[in-house]
């Protein structure tokens, strides 16, 4: 394979994909005036409430990206940190998680890294990063009869979104292979030697896979385990095999809550990172809570499937397949750790200036990758909760909490 090193120093319902119709209504808000009632509805809530006294309102998709949160709420950390909380809300797209974000109908989510700059500076929404919700948990997965890169010229790939590291990645492979990322038309054709990308909701992925409808897709696990387990495809990439230990998800608080609410705030990721130590540890009771056989149904998922993500038992034979390149960088399939090393959002918005993204972009030119990485992320929770774990070496993390951003395609 090509070799790209970069080295810089310092989810039916489970439906998390950005269709049209979900892209138009998020850049909606991009305009003052459609944003305009949603941010009064969220400032309204938030202000109904005084102090610490407002309630933790989760908002995810049924995705392993989810995990902390859900773990958090499942085995009551949140109420060991003194908070109150409400039922999770499952929603079926990133519009309408943002939308619910927005006007204050939840107040904690995960969202795709490379989506908090659309929000925060595409719809200028002030929220910030508070945390990572894991790191890796997602794969490129073929058709079976696919064994290489260069095999998917011509053909059809699927990623869930266009601000998503999933974008960034595959454009990175496709690239290191010489092959051109085109978004044509149905029906247009597409060259040998371009690559056509669609966004596809995740929950279709598995199903037009099956139906040879798309040649591949790049997602967040446990789509590209349920492709394995059903036979209908195989992985061809590891994320994490590309970029070392990236993130996807990312715990996502409103400004206003940061603000008025620190004690709270750090609660709540107090919360996030006990969850995050638990689900190290506890791989497979992690699966069974997010199961759709545990307790709280938290997913629509089966126990074999998020086992078969989370538990990592499979993963030496990837290796022996030659499917890992970089065995020794010694990974799992998904792992967990919060801090949100500030080397990789400044690689990050890097990364998506040179992606091909639809939509308006404009706002990407203009970001500096340092600036966005002081005023995009807020740490400051993280540490202290860290601190309160047994520091950075709780999660096998350097004690400066710097580290090198590792790509290589």
């Known amino acids: ?149 260069a095999e998917l010229g011509g053909k059809t790939v699927a990623i869930p979104f266009w601000y998503s590291i999933h974008n960034i990645l595959l454009q990175k492979i496709l690239t290191a292979h010489k092959l051109t990322v085109v978004t044509r038309a149905r029906g247009e054709p597409v060259k040998a030697n371009e690559v056509n990308l669609v966004v596809l909701a995740p929950a279709e992925m598995v199903s037009a896979l099956a139906a040879k409808s798309i040649a591949g897709f790049i997602v967040a696990e ?26 996807c998800c990312v715990t996502f608080l409103a400004e206003r809550d940061l603000v008025q609410r620190p004690e709270w705030s750090q609660r709540v990721t107090n919360a996030i990172v006990n969850a995050q130590l638990w689900s190290r540890s506890n791989q497979v009771e992690t699966a069974k809570l997010l199961a759709s056989s545990g307790p709280n149904r938290y997913t629509p998922h089966p126990l074999q499937t998020l086992t078969k993500v989370l538990a990592v038992t499979d993963y030496s ?64 929770f993280v540490r202290k909760s860290l601190a309160a774990v047994g520091g950075p070496q709780a999660f096998g993390l350097p004690a400066n909490l710097l580290r090198t951003e590792t790509v290589a395609v």
Not at 356 to 379: Q, S, W, Y
């Open 222 to 247: 446990p789509f590209n385990a349920a492709a394995e387990t059903a036979g209908v495809g195989k992985i061809l990439r590891f994320s994490g095999d590309v970029w070392k230990n990236h993130a």
């Open 1 to 149: 394979m090509a070799n790209d090193s970069i080295h810089i120093c310092t989810a039916s319902d489970c439906d998390c994909g950005m269709t049209r119709r979900d892209f138009l209504r998020m850049s909606a808000l991009a305009g003052a005036g459609a944003a305009a009632p949603l941010l009064f509805a969220g400032e309204a809530r938030a202000q109904s409430f005084r102090g610490d006294d407002q309630p933790v309102k989760i908002g995810y998709l049924p995705i392993t990206d989810a995990a902390p949160l859900l773990v958090a709420h499942g085995r009551k950390l949140f109420e060991a940190q003194g908070l109150k909380v409400e039922a999770p809300r499952l929603f079926r797209s990133w519009a309408q998680i943002v939308e619910a974000f927005v006007s204050g109908q939840v107040n904690v989510i995960h969202l795709l890294s490379p989506a908090t700059l659309w929000v925060r500076y595409g719809s200028k929404f002030p929220a910030k990063v508070v945390a990572w919700n894991h790191v890796n948990g997602s794969a490129l997965t073929v058709q079976n009869e696919i064994n290489s890169v």
């Open 317 to 380: 034979a990837y290796e022996q397949r030659k499917i890992v390149v970089h065995p020794q960088w010694q990974q799992r399939r998904i792992d967990f750790q919060p801090f949100p090393f500030a080397s990789y959002t400044e690689e990050m918005v890097r990364a998506l200036v040179q992606t091909k993204v639809e939509g308006d972009n404009k706002f990407l030119a203009g970001l500096d990758p340092k600036f966005v990485a002081r005023d995009l992320v807020d740490d400051r």
